[in-house]
């Protein structure tokens, strides 16, 4: 773990997003096992608002998600559910997300956490070369899985600006932002399929935190 040698640098914060829906502990884990193999100081969850890929599938509304990522992270001081997707107007874009961090938060070190699977379409977001220039990047895989940049454009672009250890990601030591590979647990848990469970009015319980299992019952969420 990252720990001495970071103490001379700025706050570092993951950015974590999604649609989150609805949360799960797979959402958890990964996000804690990226804060404590990179020595971030906390992580940002946030909900998605109007997806720009997702739409009439989106059960619960934004707020809902909301409420549940904060009930998910409450027992976890470092986490935080960030509301800024679920507040603004119109479909929310990654990039004008990190643009907004950045310049609302100027000292902060955002890292935006990316699951491997998006680098085969993150060529389609918008303006995606961009968010190199407002955050580390952190690309999740599962442990003994090797990411070859080469095969995708993102890959292709973002190869440069690889670092190899948390060590050589800080900004102001490379005097640019940094991509980093970070494996983390697989969980073989999906929203999706725990959607499709309450639907079929099976339990989600140890799939989600209980505060989160409570609500969607009250809620009367993800019902046929």
């Known amino acids: 773990m990252v720990t001495a040698f970071r103490q001379h640098l700025a706050r ?35 909900p998605s ?52 961090l950045a310049r609302s ?39 003994g899985y090797i990411v070859d940049l080469q095969q995708t454009e993102a890959g292709r672009f973002l190869e440069p600006f690889m670092v190899q250890s948390p060590e050589l990601l800080y900004r102001e030591e490379m005097g640019r932002n940094g991509v980093i590979i970070q494996p983390v647990t697989p969980m073989g848990i999906s929203s999706t399929a725990m959607r499709e469970a309450l639907v079929a009015g099976r339990s989600i319980d140890y799939l989600t935190p209980t505060r989160v299992v409570n609500y969607i019952q009250k809620q009367e969420l993800y019902r046929p």
């Not at 989150?20 to 971030?40: I, K, Y």
């Not at 009439?56 to 909301?66: K, V």
């Not at 956490?113 to 580390?136: F, P």
């Open 12 to 46: 570092r914060i993951g950015i974590l997003g999604g649609s989150f829906n609805p949360p799960h502990l797979g959402h958890l884990r990964s996000a804690m096992e990226v804060m404590e193999g990179l020595g971030l100081d906390g992580m940002q969850l946030i």
């Open 49 to 100: 608002g109007a997806h720009p890929f997702k739409g009439r599938e989106m059960q619960a509304t934004p707020e809902e998600r909301l409420d549940m990522v904060r009930l998910a992270v409450s027992r976890e001081p470092r986490f935080e559910a960030n509301d800024i997707e679920v507040l603004q107007d119109g479909v929310g874009y990654t990039i004008d997300t990190l643009r907004s």
């Open 105 to 143: 938060r100027p000292t902060i070190e955002w890292v935006l956490v990316l699951g491997s699977d998006l680098l085969n379409e993150l060529h389609l977001w918008k303006t995606w070369q961009l968010l190199i220039k407002y955050a580390h990047l952190c690309i999740m895989t599962r442990p």
